[in-house]
């Protein structure tokens, strides 16, 4: 039997019932991605193996510098079959590492490749999967068909024209793809030198000339006004920990003179100016009724000199261990006084807060909308097997796991779309093992019905996308 057979991490009889009859078929709301929109919009066709499997992939770069694989092999110059031969030599290390899944679930769900990748596989392998990676049902369009992707949300920054979103539009797929408006360079006033050149670029974006805070704020409202003219309909925010130091409007816009004077803001200037900026980005979510999504807790860029080497997101970052919930209580709290807190996502990094982050979303439960403060799936680091199921734990055991929007893929890769089905086994396994345990009712109606929920209804009904 092949290592991915039909009742891989399905361990019980319940659990494979619930996932062949009520999980497999149910389509894909990507709701959180890295995708590239020109790649989407252009219908990208792969040349090789090595650009839809390895291209950016970080996850894949840390496991090769672990096994000892030189950088020529992973960022450097060696050819691209150079590349995926030197992945395909590490596979075999990573036993016990989700990539050793991810890898084979890709090998079969992409290219119906049932061997296991090694050093002897690899050219047959390579063979093989190039000359699929040439038809259409390989390119970006058929890859979303393929695996019945009802939408993705990429993720964009405010000063972008959005202009593939707009070709694809155009373009009638069945697929959707939506903006997320992440506005993370405007709270950048601890570095003037990007913090500048940021702003210029909004300046042209908008044509509002920012000559002060106020500007700066009706040109950030302009885009926001803009993304959700196209249909955006959720915000995402990348930080070590939320914001919430009291700041007037008035200090906020005398610390924005000085930035724009070239002097960097001290870290208490930026609390208050990061604090300030981000109760206006919540009260645009709440007023469009969009979705806002905390992202927090990744400790970036510790290898300072291969980060400076290689650029952010290349595989030097890691769980930080800041305080979370203070400063997220804290944010949610100044928001939903001025009944002003949108619906919300927030995904933590270090599990040893899941159970204080479970928590904390039922303190803004509003007995409205359902679910409305959401605490997201595993992310990151953690968004393999084992740290799922603490997540789904934590949020079962604290809260509403019926009322769950599940799993996203947060990558930049067209490859990582089994990883909604890793989850969805994950998921009918751990239920599959309460009701075998007696812990649940055997009611495959009732518990199957909140598994499809969980898979895409629950998502499609909360964000409110045109589908």
């Known amino acids: 039997m092949s290592f991915i057979h039909p009742d891989f991490l399905l361990q019980t009889k319940a659990a494979r019932r619930l996932y062949h009859e009520y999980a497999a078929a149910e389509p894909i709301l990507d709701y959180h991605c890295h995708l590239p929109p020109k790649d989407v919009a252009e219908n990208r066709q792969f040349r090789d193996l090595f650009e839809i499997l390895l291209e950016g992939d970080h996850y894949k770069w840390r496991a090769m ?43 079969v769900r992409y290219f119906g490749i049932n061997d296991s990748m090694s050093a002897s596989t690899a050219e047959a392998i390579w063979e093989k999967a190039n000359a699929l990676l040439a038809t259409d049902e390989l390119r970006a369009w058929g890859i979303l068909k393929k695996f019945q992707v009802k939408a993705v949300c990429t993720t964009d920054d405010p000063v972008d024209d959005l202009a593939y979103h707009k070709t694809f539009a155009a373009a009638g797929q069945t697929a959707k793809m939506y903006p997320a408006y992440r506005p993370d360079k405007a709270l950048a006033v601890h570095q003037p030198e990007l913090f500048n050149a940021w702003v210029n670029k909004l300046v042209a974006a908008t044509n509002i000339e920012v000559r002060n805070y106020n500007a700066f704020l009706d040109a950030l409202k302009q885009r926001h006004d803009f993304f959700h003219s196209m249909g955006g309909r959720l915000s995402d925010h990348g930080l070590s920990t939320a914001f919430s130091t009291p700041c007037s409007e008035a200090a906020a816009g005398a610390i924005f003179q000085q930035v724009r004077g070239g002097r960097a803001a001290t870290a208490e200037e930026h609390a208050q100016f990061a604090s300030v900026l981000m109760l206006h980005f919540g009260r645009w979510d709440a007023a469009k009724g969009w979705t806002k999504q905390l992202h927090l807790g990744a400790r970036r860029n510790n290898n300072s000199r291969m980060s400076s080497m290689l650029g952010p997101d290349t595989g030097f970052d890691s769980i930080g261990t800041w305080p979370q919930i203070d400063g997220v209580a804290g944010y949610m709290d100044l ?32 007995g409205v909308t359902a679910g409305k403060i959401q605490f997201g799936s595993g992310w990151w680091f953690l968004d393999q097997k084992e740290a799922m199921e603490w997540q789904m734990n934590a949020l079962s055991n604290c809260g509403l796991f019926s009322k769950f929007v599940g799993m996203l893929t947060d990558s930049r890769s067209f490859m990582s779309y089994p990883r909604h089905e890793y989850f969805r086994r994950t998921m009918c396994n ?21 598994v499809k929920r969980i898979c895409f209804a629950n998502a499609r009904d909360f964000f409110g996308l045109t589908l």
Do not use: C
């Not at 751990?430 to 009701?435: A, H, P, Q, S």
């Open 430 to 450: 751990l239920l599959g093992r309460d009701m075998e345990n007696g812990e649940l009712p055997d009611d495959f109606e009732m518990v199957g019905g909140m």
């Open 335 to 366: 928001l939903n006084s001025e009944n002003a807190l949108p619906k919300m996502v927030l995904y933590n990094l270090n599990p040893s807060d899941n159970y204080a982050f479970a928590t904390l979303v039922g303190n803004f439960q509003d």
């Open 65 to 107: 510098r672990a096994a000892g694989v030189a950088e020529q092999y992973i960022t450097g110059h060696a050819s691209p079959k150079e590349k995926f031969l030197a992945w395909a030599k590490t596979v075999p290390e990573t036993l016990r590492n989700p990539l050793y899944h991810w890898t084979h679930l890709e090998l």
